[in-house]
């Protein structure tokens, strides 16, 4: 069990906790009354032990960020609060062991079962201070012996991947996930269609979209699974007053050669691409934003999902030359999901796509 004692704040696209009303989950005797509220301090998505949680304070709030506004006002930047460079530190207690990797059949981690797929690790606000006695796990962040410092399991990992397609002259994996020239949103399953229309505002020149009003806006407050749909992101686009508009494309990409590939194929353009992953007999949706649009660092394209620990693919000539060539680009850019990579297959099958139109 976790106790915490406080949670620093952290902008809506990098926190990685939230807090919840779980009055209604409270067992009563018979006859007893429930409570009014039981706030409870919940993550977001899937955080491994030893990182910091963290909780936009402004959540919910839709006439401003008083709790944003203050700090800046105390001192703190901008950058600051939207930097997620926290996520590569993991802490260890003075008094606990060092916190172990999850293995393939822990309750925890990379196995879909747990639902690790849907539940994603985000980026904090870096400030370079830390709880007393408290200090980076060896190896995340860390130095071992000799003072080198060490690079993680999953970091050594992720290059020899990008060494591997490097050698084929396909996709590359983007070295992190601030060359964008903005702040990546990082958020989960349920947020994945907001985030994905957010990038592609971005990527479509669209001056000055704004994530919290976009996600508030089309995801619902209710549900089991509240999630946005294509209409709500219409409507979303209506309210807000964004020159662009929404624009179903699927049965374009339906044709010869096959979806994966036909999307890598596309008129210069901005789309979102709704994908159905199945691992183990186990399918999620999950929605992402693909661009064909020749920028300076990715003339042929790139892809860009919500997951902070996913980093943007740019695309290559080499990916558009085959079906092969173009599940292999896709496969790479999934692949990077903590959840996948020690999955030696899934499948992957885009079964909508809508195409994002300047107005």
Known sequence: ?????????????????????????????????????LVKVVTTQDVRAGTELRINYDAGNKT??????????????????????YLHTRWQHPSFPRPTEPGADSAHGTCPEDDSFNRRTVGDVSDDGCTRGAGPAEGEGGRGLGGQKRKSKEQWQLEAEQEKWARKEGAII???????????????????????????LVALGVADPSLPRIRSLSIPELGLNPMASWLSLTTALTTLGYPAKLEEATARFRTTGGPLLNLLKASRGVYLVSLLVTV?????RHCIMLSTLSEPHAPHGKLIDNHGRMRPVYLQQKDTRGKLAAKSAWKLFIGQNPALRTRSSFALDPIAVYELLHL
């Open 1 to 37: 069990m976790l106790a915490v004692g406080f949670c620093n704040y952290a902008s809506s696209s990098n926190a990685n906790a939230a807090f919840s009303d779980r009055a209604c989950e409270v067992t009563r005797r018979p006859g007893e009354q429930a409570p009014d509220t």
């Open 280 to 284: 183990d007999n186990t399918a999620n």
């Open 64 to 85: 401003g960020q008083p709790y944003r506004d203050q700090l800046i006002c105390q001192g703190a930047t901008a950058a600051q609060l939207d930097d997620d460079s």
């Open 174 to 200: 983007a070295p992190s996930r601030t060359g964008e020239g903005y702040s990546l949103p990082a958020g989960n399953q349920l947020t994945c269609k907001a985030d994905a229309l957010f990038n592609g």
